[in-house]
Every structure is written in C-alpha cells, then in structure tokens.
C-alpha cells in the first residue's frame, strides 16, 4: 500500500494569502502546504481522502490517473471544495462512489446540488453516487476492510479511516476510548497537529504527541500543519525519532 501525502496544511494554505510572516516566506518547498488530503493506493485501487480547492492540482503533481473512490473526513470547505474537478476523472470511468457521514452528504447536496441532480441535469457535472459511512460499520474497498473511527473537531463529529495497519485522522481535538480500540497495532498513524499554541478544535503538537504515546504506532506522521508551527526542518528536529512531519508529495511505503 501507497500512501501519498496530496497536502498537508491547514484551511488557509502555506503560504497564506498576503502574509508577511517568515514561513509563508520560506524557500524551503517543505514549508509550501496545500489543503489538506491524502492518496492510498494498493493493487490496482485507487482512492483519496478528502478533496480540497487544490485538489486539480494535486492531480496534476501526483498524476493520479484514476480515482475509484473518495472517503470524506467532514464537510469544511477545505475538505470538500474540490468536488466539481472530479470531472476529467468522470469523463474516463464514469460515477465516482463518494462515501460520508450522512450530515455531510446532505451538505454536500445542497452546496453541491447540480452534481447531485436529477433533472435538468448539466451533461457536463460531475457524477458521483453517495454512500453513507457509519460510525462500528466497517465497509470494503478494493477487497480492503475500512474501518471508520469517530473523533471530534470541536463539537463537531469526524471519521477518520483506518484500512490494515494505516489510520488516518485529521481535525481531531478529542476522541473517545472506545474509538482510540480501533487504533491499536498500526504501523503508520497520520493525525493533525496544528501549532504549538492551543486552538479550540484541533490538537496541538503536545496533545497529538500524547495520543501517539497512548496509540503507540510504529511511526507517526503529523498533518493538517499551520505557518504557526515553523520551519519544516526546524520542527522535524524538535519530534520523537518516530514522529515525522509529513509534507507535500512525501510517498511511505506500507
């Protein structure tokens, strides 16, 4: 199993629009983060978690070439954005399974409502067909278990994915114990960890380090990073030998 790191930063990118501060000015290409979202892959299966406003981008830098699922975490925008550039993927395979929580396919629908239509359709909209993902009902993909695990991000509800010894989970601020079951005996724990500050709805680089100790993965990878955080290589040089900063097009190997 592949897994492809399509972006790696928060909801306002790196760098952020107009920001004079010295990461959003930084050279280092590791320190240039899109919306947030990853790429697995495994035989001959291909699927992607989350689909951003950069998502034609990362299509483009990946080249990806043929998306036969995409998992949804929850339904903020830069999450979910990217739903109309799914189209040239369309053109070539036809309907797209989109899987969710039901809240969020009921936003997407009504954000998304020509996507979703059943009459009058543009012949030129994306296609898709909408399954609902539910919190103890594993579903299969490509012949893999997919295991949802329910955190939350703030006060709103989150699914995370596990699938063999890989979890992950983005916008994650708490999670319950029943929840934290499924994640045992992973190799490979990608979770968010936003700065080093606090914030109301998602860990911080002390409580994603704590969750990993409690999880205790072979290797952990942070994500969902703000220019808060710092240098790329600055930070990599304050973690665990374990935990890694995950940026941008980084490729691990399961």
Request: net charge negative; glycine share 6%.
């Amino acid at each position: 199993m592949k897994i492809y790191f399509l972006g790696t930063g928060t909801s306002q990118g790196i760098p952020v629009i107009g920001s004079q501060h010295p990461v959003c000015k930084s050279t280092d290409t590791k320190d240039k983060r899109l919306r947030v979202s990853v790429w697995i892959t495994w035989d001959d299966f291909s699927c992607i978690i989350d689909c951003g406003p950069d998502f034609r981008q990362q299509m483009l830098v990946s080249q990806c070439q043929k998306v036969d699922a995409i998992l949804f975490t929850h339904e903020h925008s830069d999450h979910t954005a990217g739903i109309d550039d799914i189209r040239p993927f369309n053109f070539r395979q036809g309907n797209i399974p989109i899987y969710g929580h039901k809240r969020v396919l009921d936003n997407l629908k009504k954000r998304f409502d020509y996507v979703f239509a059943t009459e009058n359709r543009y012949p030129g909209a994306p296609r898709v067909d909408a399954i609902e993902v539910v919190n103890n009902q594993n579903f299969v993909l490509g012949n893999k278990m997919i295991v949802p695990v329910n955190v939350f991000h703030g006060n709103l509800q989150v699914f995370g994915y596990r699938i063999d010894d890989f979890a992950y989970l983005t916008d994650v601020k708490t999670i319950e114990t029943f929840e934290i079951e499924k994640l045992k005996n992973l190799k490979v724990l990608v979770i968010n960890a936003l700065r080093d500050e606090e914030h109301h709805s998602h860990f911080n680089l002390q409580e994603a380090l704590d969750f990993i100790t409690l999880v205790q993965p072979e290797k952990a990878y942070l994500t969902h990073i703000s220019h808060y955080f710092g240098f790329h290589e600055d930070v990599q040089k304050r973690l665990p030998e374990n935990v890694f900063l995950a940026y941008d097009n980084l490729e691990i190997l399961l």
